[in-house]
Each structure stands twice: as structure tokens, then as C-alpha cells.
């Protein structure tokens, strides 16, 4: 099965700095790539799908790019309620596997 | 509005059994790939199982292949998830996620869970 690594693992950033984060997968996926936020204590929400494509209500400061096995995921400019922990899933095929997760907090 | 509530958790001895269930509402149930994942306590999500629209297609993952079982009802729009033989490292926030789009996995709506706890 395709393995799916994140880093950094956690990053602390400063209000208005820009964030990115780094998920690899082990082998090829295409663009299947979901992206994931979790704030503490809630449900996750899908922030990004096909790599690159902002799901509905998301605001623009979150981006995606990559493509086959390095992916990366832009906040361009953090803001206090981005505090949350981001994962990574692929949906090439099943095992539809999560990241294990960045925790991105505020300087 | 799209809802999806999950029910069915419960402290259950190893071994046991639970039968978990999401009852959907607000959208075409029936057009819609489902999931669950769940989420042990402190620790990251990890996919468990998903089934496409009609059923007909099932995967697990491999930690629990074997002893659990997705399933849904279009007639009720409702999803299932049978967990047989349960473990320990079972214990978790179990969620039923709604595909983002139709014929697509990846969990665009999720429910606030239900907790399992796997305990002697």
C-alpha cells in the first residue's frame, strides 16, 4: 500500500506569515490528493480536492499544488482561526490513507 | 442542510461486536459515496472503510479487514458499519463521512461521531 508522510510535523508562524506544508506519498497518486483541516476539538473539513481545487466556502489564502508524489499545501497568509491540525488523504485508490497530520499553531 | 448523526457507540468488551449507524439527511443519500474514519483519542484520522453509491463496491482497511463490514440502506439513508472482534486499539471517534461530490470519496461532510471504547 502507498504510504503518506507530512511535514513538518508541527510548525508554530507568526499572524499574516506564509505556511506551507509538505505531504509525500510513497508512490505515485496523480492528483487524487484531499486536504484536510481540524480544529481542535471539531469535526475535519475539506479544504482542497484534485490537489489544487478549493472546496466551496474555503477561503482563497488556502492553496494546493503537486502532482504524482510531493504535494504542498499554501496558507498565504496565517490567520488565528487557521489554528488547526492539517492532514493530507489520497484517493487514487483504496486504501484512501490519511497523513498523519501538521499542527499548525500561532507564534 | 446536509446531516449525518451517527449512533451506536458504546463501551464494549474485547472481543465484542457494535453496529454502528449513520442516518443522512439533506441530500440524494443514494447518489453519494460514503465513509468512515475514525479518530483513536489524541491521535490522527485514519481511514477505516467506504462503499460507492449503490453498495456495491466496499473497501477496508487493512487493520480492521476481516472484521468489520460497511453497508448501507438507500430505502433509509442510512449507512452501517458492523465491527466484529473488536480490540482495544479499536477505541476511537468513529465518523461517516459524505463524499465531496458524486462518485467521489474523499469525505466533503462529516458527522460529529460516536465514541467506541474497546475495555475489559
Known amino acids: 500500500d502507498i504510504q503518506m508522510t507530512q511535514s513538518p510535523s508541527s510548525l508554530s508562524a ?22 484536510y483541516q481540524q480544529k481542535p476539538g ?29 504535494f504542498t499545501l499554501t496558507i498565504s ?3 488565528p482561526e487557521d489554528v488547526a491540525t492539517y492532514y493530507c488523504q489520497k484517493y487514487n485508490n483504496a ?11 500561532i507564534k | 442542510e446536509v446531516q449525518l448523526l451517527e449512533s451506536g457507540g458504546g463501551l464494549v468488551q474485547p472481543g465484542g461486536s457494535l453496529r454502528l449507524s449513520c ?15 475514525r479518530q483513536a483519542p489524541g491521535k490522527g484520522l485514519e481511514w477505516v472503510s467506504a462503499l460507492s453509491d449503490s453498495g456495491g463496491s466496499t473497501y477496508y482497511a487493512d487493520s480492521v479487514k476481516g472484521r468489520f463490514t460497511i453497508s448501507r440502506d438507500n430505502s433509509k439513508n442510512t449507512l452501517y ?5 473488536l480490540r482495544a486499539e479499536d477505541t476511537a471517534v468513529y465518523y461517516c463521512a459524505k463524499g465531496y461530490d458524486i462518485g467521489w470519496y474523499p ?11 474497546v475495555s475489559s
Open chain 2, 23 to 37: 442516518a443522512a439527511s439533506g441530500f440524494t443519500f443514494s447518489s453519494y459515496a460514503m465513509n468512515w474514519v
Open chain 1, 42 to 70: 471539531k469535526v475535519p473539513k475539506l479544504l482542497l480536492y484534485a490537489a489544487s481545487t478549493l472546496q466551496s466556502g474555503v477561503p482563497s489564502r488556502f492553496s494546493g499544488s503537486g502532482s504524482g508524489t510531493d
Open chain 1, 14 to 35: 507568526s499572524v499574516g506569515d506564509r505556511v506551507t506544508i509538505t505531504c509525500r506519498a510513497s508512490k505515485g497518486i496523480r492528483n487524487y490528493l484531499a486536504w
Open chain 2, 81 to 85: 458499519l458492523q465491527m466484529n472482534s
Open chain 2, 107 to 117: 469525505g466533503g461532510y462529516w458527522g460529529q461521531g460516536t465514541l467506541v471504547t
Open chain 1, 77 to 79: 497568509s496565517l490567520q
Open chain 1, 95 to 105: 486504501p484512501f490513507t490519511f497523513g498523519p497530520g501538521t499542527n499548525v499553531d
